[in-house]
């Protein structure tokens, strides 16, 4: 079974209003979250590196005030679109880092946000 | 500094036939290196990963990828094509030396079609 979960899957809701996702780990403590954006037909890019208990890392680029992150337990990190417009519209994946696993990161299935 | 340089964007093979997707990378350290898969609307999922080990990497469903560092790639072949491994590919690269959670650089991404 799936070691990450996202939710939710997919995601509808007007311009100016704020999205949560939620990105948890199943069966293990995750120390490291990742947070990614992948646009059609493109690679995922990292929007930042969450943190449990502290601050989360952001890439450069992408605004701390608009994409809030949260990794307040060993098994959850959320992340809100804060004020969507139409141009956050994309597919959101998180992954998670599993110490005690040989793969890097496991993924989450990916969350469809699209603003209208 | 890493990066990872897919070098087709659509391979388009028989059902059957073999499958090459080609894959350069660049790294400062002794990478590690991995293919995953990505169906549409879903999370990645792992194929194969080389860390210094075999440079003859064998994966899941038939997949297996060679690192050769004198050419500095790691092209990812199956003998033969089945439906279902239709999908986008990414090869990836982790720099061991960032520690502390594993960043990863992906390609651009292979969009792997497959023919009856």
């Known amino acids: 079974g799936a070691v990450v979960s996202q939710h939710p899957s997919r995601v509808i809701c007007k311009s100016g209003t704020s999205v949560k996702i939620e990105c948890r780990s199943l069966d293990f403590q995750a120390t490291t979250m990742f947070w990614y954006r992948q646009f059609p037909k493109q690679s995922l890019m990292l929007m930042a590196t969450s943190n449990e208990g502290s601050k989360a890392t952001y890439e450069q680029g992408v605004e701390k005030d608009k994409f809030l992150i949260n990794h307040a337990s060993l098994t959850l990190s959320t992340l809100t679109v804060t004020s969507a417009h139409p141009e956050d519209s994309s597919f959101y994946i998180c992954?998670?880092?599993?110490?005690?696993?040989?793969?890097?990161?496991?993924f989450g299935d990916g969350t469809r946000l699209s603003i209208l | 500094a890493q990066s990872v340089t897919q070098l087709d964007s659509h391979v388009s093979v028989s059902e059957g036939t073999p499958v090459l997707l080609r894959c350069n990378y660049s790294?400062?350290?002794?990478?590690?290196l991995f293919w995953y898969v990505q169906h549409p609307n879903k999370g990645l999922q792992l194929l194969l990963k080389y860390t210094s080990a075999a440079t003859l990497v064998k994966g899941i469903n038939g997949f297996e990828a060679e690192f050769k560092k004198s050419e500095t790639s790691f092209h990812l072949t199956k003998p033969s094509a089945h439906m279902s491994d239709a999908a986008e590919y990414f090869c990836v690269v982790s720099d061991q030396i960032t520690g502390g959670g594993n960043k990863l650089t992906f390609g651009t991404g292979t969009q792997l079609k497959v023919e009856l």
């Open positions: 992954s998670a880092r599993d110490p005690g696993s040989y793969q890097p990161q496991h």
């Open positions: 790294s400062s350290y002794s990478p590690s």
